[in-house]
C-alpha cells in the first residue's frame, strides 16, 4: 500500500515540476503566432494556415496535458504492476 502512495506522490512530483516549462514553451509559441493570426492576409495565406493550426493544436494540447494526462498517469503504474506480476 505505501508503494502505491510513493508512486502517486512521485507522479505529482514530477508533474509539478514539468508542468511549468512545457506551459510557458506552448504560451510563447501561441504568442509568437499571433502577429500571423492578425495579418492574415491573402498574400500569407501559408503563414496564416500554419499559424491556425500550430494554435489550434498547442491550445489542444494544453488542456490535455492539465486534464487528461493527470488522469491517466497512475493508471499507467497499474498496468506496469500487472504485468510484473
Do not use: R
Not at 509559441?29 to 492574415?40: A, H, K, M, N, R
Not at 491550445?59 to 506496469?80: H, R
Amino acid at each position: 500500500m505505501w508503494i502505491h502512495w510513493a508512486c502517486l506522490f512521485a507522479i505529482i512530483e514530477v508533474y509539478n515540476q514539468k508542468i511549468i516549462p512545457v506551459f510557458l514553451t506552448m504560451f510563447s509559441t501561441v504568442l509568437g503566432l499571433v502577429p500571423f493570426l492578425i495579418d492574415g492576409s491573402e498574400d500569407e495565406a501559408f503563414w496564416f494556415s500554419f499559424a491556425i493550426g500550430n494554435s489550434g493544436g498547442l491550445l489542444f494540447s494544453i488542456l490535455a496535458l492539465i486534464f487528461v494526462m493527470p488522469i491517466f498517469m497512475p493508471l499507467k503504474q497499474q498496468v506496469k504492476k500487472k504485468a510484473v506480476l
